[in-house]
T-cell receptor, first 115, second 113 residues
Framework: AQSVAQPEDQVNVAEGNPLTVKCTYS??????LFWYVQYPNRGLQFLLKYITGDNLVKGSYGFEAEFNKSQTSFHLKKPSALVSDSALYFC?????????????FGQGTTLQVKP | DGGITQSPKYLFRKEGQNVTLSCEQNLNHDAMYWYRQDPGQGLRLIYYSQIVNDFQKGDIAEGYSVSREKKESFPLTVTSAQKNPTAFYLCASSTQGPTYEQYFGPGTRLTVT
């Protein structure tokens, strides 16, 4: 079955420290992977995606993600966390169906950055 | 301003009533989606449409219905058959093709009592 897992419900980091939010996936074929962020009572905002090419993908707000095919992972990273990064983060993988297909989302990881 | 609008932001209904949630986009996207979000369960796909006048069931379509008569509009009806309708509902759209990201609306919080 095709799926996405975010093994941590919550990640706590101190402001200024590096952060990592973990994501692993299981799909048949080439994976198309996405990260989104959600602030309270808001819709999701797109951060970055991996389609092909360089394993290190750079996105919005200083975030980046590393694609690792052998470990089937797509971890989200940031070198120096900000308090304003505190939010709910979702990893997603595209499942092909027709021309576009659909996204399967992980359960989400709450990132708490403390001053 | 391009984007996706959902209205209303908060919606209250009595049990047994059908209710329709609005979703409009001016991004000229072919594909549109409806998700349900419950605490601790991430997003679950209700219905999606890849082109006008066509749509497919997602993972939790029971108790919901949709229509796609116009490219820019994809309304969702929560029927009285939906056993637990109270949730946060998110609409999204994207360009056709698997490599394109989805853009999300601000969501509608539905409370049924």
């Amino acid at each position: 079955a095709q799926s996405v897992a975010q093994p941590e419900d919550q990640v706590n980091v101190a402001e200024g420290n590096p952060l990592t939010v973990k994501c692993t996936y299981s799909v048949s074929g080439n994976p198309y992977l996405f990260w989104y962020v959600q602030y309270p009572n808001r819709g999701l905002q797109f951060l970055l995606k991996y389609i092909t090419g360089d394993n290190l993908v750079k996105g919005s707000y200083g975030f980046e993600a590393e694609f690792n095919k052998s470990q089937t992972s797509f971890h989200l990273k940031k070198p120096s966390a900000l308090v304003s990064d505190s939010a709910l983060y979702f990893c997603a993988v595209r499942v092909l169906s027709g021309n576009t297909g659909k996204l399967i989302f992980g359960q989400g990881t709450t990132l708490q950055v403390k001053p | 301003d391009g984007g996706i609008t959902q209205s209303p932001k908060y919606l209250f209904r009595k049990e047994g009533q059908n209710v329709t949630l609005s979703c409009e986009q001016n991004l000229n996207h072919d594909a549109m989606y409806w998700y349900r979000q419950d605490p601790g369960q991430g997003l679950r796909l209700i219905y999606y449409s890849q082109i006008v006048n066509d749509f497919q069931k997602g993972d939790i379509a029971e108790g919901y219905s949709v229509s796609r008569e116009k490219k820019e509009s994809f309304p969702l009806t929560v029927t009285s058959a939906q056993k637990n309708p109270t949730a946060f509902y998110l609409c999204a759209s994207s360009t056709q093709g698997p490599t394109y990201e989805q853009y999300f609306g601000p969501g509608t919080r539905l409370t049924v009592t």
